[in-house]
């Protein structure tokens, strides 16, 4: 029997380089098919479907793929860490939709809009009212009640799960197991952050391999600039269980 279609749900700056180079040694490894296009355009072969927004609708692939099954993970990331991360990569990224000019920064690239602002705490303001803002939205608008489906993880853990404490769980839920589980965790442990890769990445995607950024970034002008912006983010994400933050 066929092993499920296997379904990779991240967002901007939350490890979707990270994962999708798991998945795409995987891959490999297997001889398996890989899509990271949309779903619009999946193959009915397609074994991983890598999908760095989590533009997915799990039901529908489970109905289209009822004879296989669907599992997906899905990973999150502290909002004030996806700003702050998105806030710094984005002045030197080369990627091509943030070098393109925009009517909606007068005409300059993203790149060239955000680096014009005049301090870091205006250019993470910013982040917060364009690309980052946008992902902080999308984590918000995920369905999180699909647990037969999905497993959920925050980036904050992976990056530390030294002992595959959430990684081995996660890919046996996935399917696999056996020689093919040692298989799957030898590529985790080989390009995981805390495996040594974190300076290996060719895009340079990883300015900081660390969680809780904000700490040493978010003064109170920031914070109440993002309190502002969304009043219960951390909240709904689990992020913070009170409201004093």
């Known amino acids: 029997m066929k092993s499920p279609l296997i379904v990779v ?8 380089v990270w994962m999708a ?15 990271s296009k949309s779903q619009a355009e999946l193959p009915p072969q397609t074994d991983i479907f890598l999908q760095d927004h989590s533009k997915v609708d799990l039901q529908a692939l489970q109905s289209r793929f009822a004879a296989r099954g669907v599992r997906a993970v899905h990973v999150i990331r502290d909002p004030r ?3 702050i991360s998105g806030c710094f990569y984005h002045v030197k990224t080369v990627e091509k939709w943030a070098n393109n ?14 680096s014009a602002q005049p301090t870091d705490h ?16 999308e984590m918000l608008g995920w369905n999180y009640d699909q647990k037969e489906l999905c497993f959920e993880a925050r980036y904050e853990d992976l990056i530390v799960d030294r002992d595959l404490k959430i990684f081995r769980p996660m890919m046996q839920f996935l399917g696999y197991e056996g020689d093919r589980l040692e298989m799957a965790l030898k590529f985790v442990r ?13 895009a340079d995607h990883i300015r900081s391999g660390e969680g809780r950024q904000w700490v040493n970034v978010f003064t109170p002008e920031l914070k ?7 009043p219960d983010a951390l909240q709904r994400l689990g992020y913070e269980a009170g409201t004093e933050w």
């Open 9 to 16: 749900c991240t967002h901007h700056k939350t490890g979707s």
């Open 21 to 35: 180079n798991i998945f795409r040694a995987i891959k490999r490894q297997e001889k398996l098919h890989l899509h």
């Open 81 to 83: 860490d996806v700003i």
């Open 101 to 114: 000019p925009k009517k909606e920064y007068g005409g300059k690239t993203y790149r060239q809009a955000i």
């Open 122 to 137: 205006d250019k993470l303001v910013f982040e917060m009212d364009h690309t980052g803002g946008k992902t902080v939205r």
């Open 190 to 202: 080989e390009l995981s952050l805390f495996g040594g890769a974190a300076g290996s990445d060719p």
């Open 224 to 230: 109440a600039a993002f309190k502002q912006r969304f």
